[in-house]
């Protein structure tokens, strides 16, 4: 059976040239960075190589980039390491200590959950119906006390891109830090972190075609954190662990080859994804896109369904050997309804039948004309079994009946 892999938000497959560049670090360069001998100077080398290269395609100096384990980590080491530098100097203070936004990943929404229960104020900006953080609640809600303001490049689950740039010239001219998530922007749309006015940026290596088991985070020259995880001092004091050496050479070189491949990856993503939403939107009624329609991810496409659940659409799709997800794949396997989804609008019903598809550089034309086919028949199938779907039908039966009569009299 053919297979086809459209979940590449959730994570995607470690590119061949990637495995190549790590392998000899299992092996043969396995030395620790830390050690002063030939093996150790040999990993360090490659660390500070790879650490150069997530530096360049952000436009940052190398110095300035952290390695963890995981975007998640980074998060969390930019919010809390903030909280913990700041704490003295704003435990006197009142109001909305740190400002998010209600579709953030769990990352950073189970961070600042955390840190409420820390007797911490957070306040969480409104989006509108495309996922747009809305601007002027932000100007309205900072204070004197604001310190902290965290908010998503890119939303994992509608794709849509937030206006940062903007978001970044208002916290520069009130000096508070700006945190960015980026995991799902970081080499496939360009960033440039001294134009967008980003104080610290999340990354994850296994979103670009990279290992696994490591991140980074970018921390603007200047900006001052306290350690979350404590032991030998490594990485600047801010992360200590031996470091990962294999998978910090693998997200270099997937940094490296992202940079290449940009422009390309964006032109073809975004050819495939707009055949992908027209086909959808005008071959099966009642579908609707999610997110805003150009402002979006090149990869990204999200959908929603009347009448059917996404959990169905997902398992019948597998079924064709089609691997999409109904939303984020840190919480997939929730029951409730997606917290973005229900932030730009949607009713409970209409959040779980929702479907995300996510692109890669590997998929082709051919494949994406097979999902739409696809789809059309998975949709009318689960549709013709769905009382909620015959029940709509019924409605607008009644609805029409009932105009009719309006004319008539």
Same mark, same amino acid.
Request: hydrophobic residues 35%.
């Given at each position: 059976?053919?297979?086809?892999?459209?979940?590449?938000? &959730?994570?995607?497959?470690?590119?061949?040239?990637?495995?190549? &560049?790590?392998?000899?670090?299992?092996?043969?360069?396995?030395?620790?960075?830390?050690?002063?001998?030939?093996?150790?100077?040999?990993?360090?080398?490659?660390?500070?190589?790879?650490?150069?290269?997530?530096?360049?395609?952000?436009?940052?100096?190398?110095?300035?980039?952290?390695?963890?384990?995981?975007?998640?980590?980074?998060?969390?080491?930019?919010?809390?390491?903030?909280?913990?530098?700041?704490?003295?100097?704003?435990?006197?203070?009142?109001?909305?200590?740190?400002?998010?936004?209600?579709?953030?990943?769990? &990352?950073?929404?189970?961070?600042?959950?955390?840190?409420?229960? /820390?007797?911490?104020?957070?306040?969480?900006?409104?989006?509108?119906?495309?996922?747009?953080?809305?601007?002027?609640?932000?100007?309205?809600?900072?204070?004197?006390?604001?310190? *902290?303001?965290?908010?998503?490049?890119?939303?994992?689950?509608?794709?849509?891109?937030?206006?940062?740039?903007?978001?970044?010239?208002?916290?520069?001219?009130?000096?508070?830090?700006?945190?960015?998530?980026?995991?799902?922007?970081?080499?496939?749309?360009?960033?440039?972190?001294?134009?967008?006015?980003?104080?610290?940026?999340?990354?994850?290596?296994?979103?670009?075609?990279?290992?696994?088991?490591?991140?980074?985070?970018?921390?603007?020259?200047?900006?001052?954190?306290?350690?979350?995880?404590?032991?030998?001092?490594?990485?600047?004091?801010?992360?200590?662990?031996?470091?990962?050496?294999?998978?910090?050479?693998?997200?270099?070189?997937?940094?490296?080859?992202?940079?290449?491949?940009?422009?390309?990856?964006?032109?073809?993503?975004?050819?495939?994804?707009?055949?992908?939403?027209?086909?959808?939107?005008?071959?099966?009624?009642?579908?609707?896109?999610?997110?805003?329609?150009? /402002?979006? *991810?090149?990869?990204?496409?999200?959908?929603?369904?009347?009448?059917?659940?996404?959990?169905? *659409?997902?398992?019948?799709?597998?079924?064709?050997?089609?691997?999409?997800?109904?939303?984020?794949?840190?919480?997939?396997?929730?029951?409730?309804?997606?917290?973005? *989804?229900?932030?730009?609008?949607?009713?409970?019903?209409?959040?779980?039948?929702?479907?995300?598809?996510?692109?890669?550089?590997?998929?082709?034309?051919?494949?994406?004309?097979?999902?739409?086919?696809?789809?059309?028949?998975?949709?009318?199938?689960?549709?013709?079994?769905?009382?909620?779907?015959?029940?709509?039908?019924?409605?607008?039966?009644?609805?029409?009946?009932?105009?009719?009569?309006?004319?008539?009299?």
């Amino acid at each position: 059976m053919k297979r086809i892999y459209l979940d590449h938000a &959730a994570t995607t497959p470690v590119d061949p040239e990637v495995v190549k &560049a790590m392998l000899p670090y299992f092996t043969e360069y396995y030395g620790n960075a830390s050690s002063l001998h030939s093996f150790g100077t040999e990993a360090y080398r490659s660390m500070e190589d790879s650490r150069q290269k997530v530096a360049d395609i952000i436009k940052a100096s190398k110095e300035e980039i952290i390695f963890t384990s995981s975007g998640t980590e980074s998060d969390n080491l930019a919010i809390k390491g903030v909280v913990a530098k700041k704490r003295k100097e704003i435990e006197n203070t009142k109001g909305p200590h740190i400002i998010t936004s209600k579709i953030e990943h769990p &990352a950073v929404l189970d961070t600042c959950k955390y840190l409420e229960k /820390q007797g911490f104020v957070v306040h969480y900006l409104s989006v509108d119906k495309y996922g747009i953080v809305d601007i002027d609640e932000l100007r309205e809600k900072i204070s004197k006390s604001t310190f *902290l303001v965290s908010i998503m490049h890119a939303n994992n689950e509608i794709g849509t891109i937030e206006p940062i740039e903007e978001i970044g010239k208002i916290t520069r001219s009130k000096n508070i830090v700006l945190h960015v998530d980026a995991v799902q922007t970081f080499g496939k749309i360009p960033i440039d972190a001294n134009e967008l006015n980003i104080d610290l940026l999340s990354i994850s290596g296994h979103k670009i075609y990279g290992p696994k088991g490591v991140g980074a985070l970018y921390i603007r020259r200047g900006t001052q954190l306290e350690p979350i995880i404590h032991g030998g001092g490594h990485e600047k004091g801010l992360r200590s662990s031996t470091e990962n050496i294999p998978g910090i050479v693998g997200l270099g070189k997937a940094a490296e080859l992202a940079s290449k491949r940009m422009e390309a990856d964006i032109k073809y993503l975004t050819m495939l994804r707009d055949h992908l939403i027209k086909y959808v939107l005008n071959n099966i009624e009642e579908s609707y896109l999610n997110g805003h329609p150009t /402002q979006r *991810l090149p990869n990204n496409a999200n959908f929603r369904f009347n009448g059917i659940e996404g959990e169905s *659409l997902i398992l019948n799709l597998d079924e064709n050997g089609i691997a999409a997800s109904t939303g984020s794949a840190c919480s997939s396997k929730k029951l409730e309804p997606s917290h973005v *989804l229900m932030a730009i609008g949607l009713n409970e019903v209409e959040a779980h039948g929702s479907l995300r598809i996510t692109l890669g550089r590997e998929n082709t034309e051919d494949e994406i004309e097979y999902v739409e086919k696809g789809l059309v028949e998975t949709v009318k199938k689960l549709r013709s079994m769905s009382p909620i779907w015959k029940k709509s039908l019924e409605l607008d039966k009644w609805r029409t009946q009932m105009e009719e009569r309006g004319h008539e009299h």
